[in-house]
């Protein structure tokens, strides 16, 4: 993709991000939920499933876009992060993975490990483009003893402090507190001490414990995943979450997936963004024939989006969606394009042929064709100002 930005004329005029409250003009079928969703009003699970069979698309885009204008105006955030994938071995073989490797076990090669070494240089990189965010998950490795996830998190605090270190999802936690048969509780506090600052939102899969059996047996319950995000929000351990969908669920597992999250954002308010994942079918034993249609990923966050009126961002992940559908979700709902992530191997690994890393200047295009208005935040979602002194000569707004 060319680096050359081309300033959009509608993006200039974005420059003042506050936009009008007033509700959209929509088709009949839709007004009675943007009726109850401008007199704050919640969405019922009866209401979410309606809207997944509405016919006008575009008007459930302009309802899904109208609500999250509502919370951040024209701004659309995005990060300077690199993604970390320590290591593809793992204990457990989830049908819809297509990253995993069993170490000594498997017929297929393309399984690695990195030592410490090797993941403070891969920060390195990060840190060295001006990067605030090092997204950090792995499988769950049959030999790594507790010590080396806190010492990776103190190494790397130690050689980089500014870097948000966004690391293990649910199940690695499960993993790393049963190499110390710790609670849940003490793990997530060690790893703070470590230098942890919040979670990844990988894992929920589908909250569907009959459903979980088939597509990643062995995983935590959804009860234990809920319970694994509580615990981190109630030590001061923000977190995202995700729901991969496009598989064998229903719609009516992915409605009540998000009414469970949309309790626990109640309860907590620890949740900073969700992220529709959708599945990948290379490479991996679940078999459907074919990912998410553009439509339905699009359908998906707009319900996402007014369905989860607690979460504070949606989130626009380019790398599973794709450029040109990643631009299109920030017209129904997204707030977030994620971030410039350099070597993303998940999704790559299962067949995605979005590119690897994206430059600053190629997100601030995408987000201002849109009519958008690009703002850098760090992990925790605070607006981040740059110095003119070169990448690392950066503050962050508190
Ligand atoms: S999804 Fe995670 S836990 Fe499941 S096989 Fe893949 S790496 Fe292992």
Redesign the pocket.
């Known amino acids: 993709m060319s680096t050359v930005v081309l300033q959009a004329p509608w993006a200039r005029a974005a420059a003042d991000v506050s936009e009008p409250a007033q509700p959209p003009v929509v088709s009949a079928e839709l007004a009675p939920y943007r009726d109850k969703l401008a007199e704050g009003r919640r969405l019922t699970r009866e209401d979410g499933l309606a809207l997944f069979g509405v016919r006008d698309l575009l008007g459930l885009g302009r309802l899904a876009q109208w609500f999250a204008r509502r919370k951040h105006g024209r701004t659309v955030y995005y990060v300077n992060n690199g993604h970390i994938n320590y290591s593809?071995y793992?204990?457990?073989?989830?049908a819809?993975?297509s990253?995993?490797r069993r170490k000594g076990k498997d017929r297929r090669d393309g399984g690695y490990e990195m030592n410490l070494e090797q993941v403070f240089d891969e920060a390195g990189k990060i840190y060295a483009r001006g990067g605030t965010e090092a997204h950090v998950v792995?499988?769950?490795h049959p030999d790594f003893p507790f010590e080396y996830y806190t010492e990776m998190l103190r190494g790397i605090r130690a050689r980089y402090p500014k870097l948000g270190l966004k690391c293990f999802?649910a199940?690695?936690v499960y993993h790393i507190a049963g190499l110390k048969k710790l609670s849940v509780g003490e793990t997530l506090q060690a790893l703070k001490e470590a230098g942890l600052d919040s979670l990844p939102g990988?894992?929920a899969e589908i909250l569907d414990d009959r459903l979980r059996d088939v597509i990643?047996k062995?995983?935590e319950t959804s009860a234990e995943w809920l319970d694994l995000h509580r615990t981190a929000h109630r030590l001061g351990l923000p977190s995202n979450a995700t729901l991969l969908h496009g598989h064998y669920e229903t719609l009516e597992q992915r409605i009540d997936h998000l009414l469970q999250l949309r309790a626990l954002q109640d309860e907590t308010g620890g949740f900073l963004a969700f992220i529709p994942l959708s599945y990948h079918p290379e490479h991996n034993s679940l078999k459907v024939e074919h990912g998410p249609t553009g439509m339905q990923e699009l359908r998906m966050y707009a319900v996402s989006r007014l369905l989860l009126d607690n979460f504070p961002h949606v989130k626009s992940y380019w790398i599973m969606l794709g450029l040109a559908t990643a631009q299109l979700a920030l017209g129904y709902g997204a707030s977030d394009m994620d971030g410039t992530v350099l070597q993303e191997k998940?999704y790559h690994m299962a067949g995605a042929s979005t590119p690897q890393a994206l430059s600053v200047d190629e997100l601030h295009h995408l987000i201002e064709e849109t009519g958008g208005v690009p703002v850098e935040r760090n992990h925790l979602y605070r607006r981040i100002r740059r110095g003119s002194g070169g990448p690392l000569d950066w503050d962050i707004e508190a």
């Not at 793992?90 to 989830?94: A, D, G």
């Open positions: 593809n793992c204990t457990l073989s989830c819809f993975c990253f995993y792995g499988g769950l999802t199940i690695e990988g894992g990643c062995g995983k998940i």
